[in-house]
């Protein structure tokens, strides 16, 4: 830390991104919900580097991004200015954390969820008031009945995968006429129910979603938020006093054909929803409790082993998942679903990593044995 830095800060925890190689290929990749699949095909025909479109990167990009605002507005049903757009869901998260504090500061969001929240309210001096999950990671509703504060709800919730119904997030909204709601569906499009639809109604609901998902642009850094317009404009108030043009220009045409392409997009979504159940189904099959997901992701647990072990034994065979070495879930590994043939390589890796964990204790079993 320098001498210069600004001690509100020198305490900071920043947010850990997960693993992120630097030779692709050598590794299977299942620890940051990346999509298996490639975009939609006119994402690609956009992209082509033609004279034309090299040409226009000389040129600031559309501070509105008027065509991906449109697209996004025809998708949902809503008018455009109901949307907004971001350099990927983060920043417009971040937007929300520094407009939506109310005079008390406080923002809720559960206690087991995205590890970026607090984060935000350490930077922008909210008051994090973190709310646990019930035994079995999910969310209650009543919780957050008549909070008094901004409230902030991954849905479906990670690293757990487990979604609120469209009826328990009403709920929410119903009991908080005068907070405002934020619901995060960055997975929702693997299963569960978006809360779009409640818009017409609640001027208190501020919906968050990205294209990194479902839509396979991760590396594109698109985030749009959809809401009541008024609650827009404050979003739109503090980009344009931050960062007007937070959008490049091939961001924009890449997410404009991706969200156009609503085929593409059901199939790939319906694959990963697919090989997501199977693979639940086969790590049951070898003793793992295996959270109920909505996401393009699992959270498991092993009985024969805990999450580290686990972790570290799937590293040494060139996969990578992501464990936390947090309290409540620290026996846990969160695992991106990939392609078929990458879950059977895992499922593979996992049965010889337990063969192995077998053989070992009977080992010590023989051992401690011989010494009585």
Known sequence: ????????????????????????GRLIKLN???NPYPPAPGVSKVLQWDPETAEQLKLYSDPEAAELVGAIAEYYGLETHQVMVGNGSDEILAFAFMAFQPENGR???????????PVYCDIFGAKGMKVPLRDD?????SDYYGAEGTIVITNPNAPTGMALSLGEIESILDANRNQLVIIDEAYVDFGGESAVSLLDGHDNLLVVQTFSKSRSLAGARIGFAMGHEDVIADLNKIKFSFNPYNLNRLS???GREAIKD??????????IIETRESLAAELRELGFEV?????????????????EEYFEALRQRN?????????????????????????KMLIRATKEILDEKLRQEKREGMTKGEKS
């Open 252 to 254: 924009i045409l890449a």
């Open 1 to 24: 830390m320098s001498r210069f830095l600004n001690g509100r800060y020198g305490g900071l925890e920043p947010y850990t991104p997960g693993e992120q190689p630097k030779v692709p």
């Open 291 to 307: 959270l109920p997901s909505k996401a393009n992701f699992v959270f498991a647990r092993s009985g024969h082993m805990g999450g």
């Open 107 to 117: 923002i809720y969001f559960p206690e087991i969820s995205y590890s970026f929240y």
């Open 32 to 34: 940051t919900n990346e």
């Open 137 to 141: 990671f999910t969310v209650c509703p």
């Open 319 to 343: 996969i990578i998942v992501r464990y936390f070495k947090k309290p409540k879930i620290d026996d846990f590994v969160r695992i991106t679903i990939g392609t078929d043939e990458e879950m």
């Open 262 to 271: 609503r085929e593409y997009f059901r199939e790939t979504c319906r694959k």
